[in-house]
């Protein structure tokens, strides 16, 4: 971010800095997550990341500006999740992947839990986490 900011300046509008962190810093935050469990502390490190980046851009000191959910940021716990869920099923696709195919199952199995019981498909999943956190 930190690079984003030297070379655009402040000339750069929130806007165009937005999306230049969508499409560049969250891969690189979020690369190979989705191969191994997080731990809490591991998701609050991510969410104190985010933002101290909203904070810098932003100029303000207070942490508690809830602007990720108003930008189309979700929460990283969430994105956590749905990346997990992107390569679980595309694990199950794979023709290796009867070695991983239980794990795989499980994963999806308890992503879709904690978002209900009436969860059952990756579409259900998506609708429910976007109606949460931007209606």
């Keep these: 971010m930190d690079a984003i ?25 979020l690369y190979v997550v989705e191969s191994c469990p997080l731990l809490a502390r591991q998701t609050l490190s991510f969410e104190f990341t985010l933002t101290r980046i909203f ?12 602007v990720k959910l108003v930008l189309g940021f979700l929460l990283p716990k969430v994105t956590y999740l749905l990346v997990l869920l992107a ?8 023709k290796i992947a009867y070695l ?3 794990d795989a199952r499980r994963q999806l199995h308890n992503i879709f839990i904690q978002f ?10 998506r609708n429910a986490v976007f109606a949460k956190f931007f209606n």
Aim: with cysteine.
């Design 5 to 29: 900011l030297s070379k655009t300046g402040r000339c750069a509008s929130e806007p165009v800095v937005l999306s230049l962190l969508r499409s560049k810093c969250m891969p690189i935050l």
């Design 55 to 66: 904070m810098k851009l932003f100029r303000t000191g207070s942490s508690k500006v809830n």
């Design 87 to 94: 390569f679980c099923k595309s694990l199950l696709r794979l």
């Design 100 to 102: 991983f195919a239980n």
């Design 116 to 125: 209900g019981d009436n969860i059952k498909t990756t579409r259900q999943l």
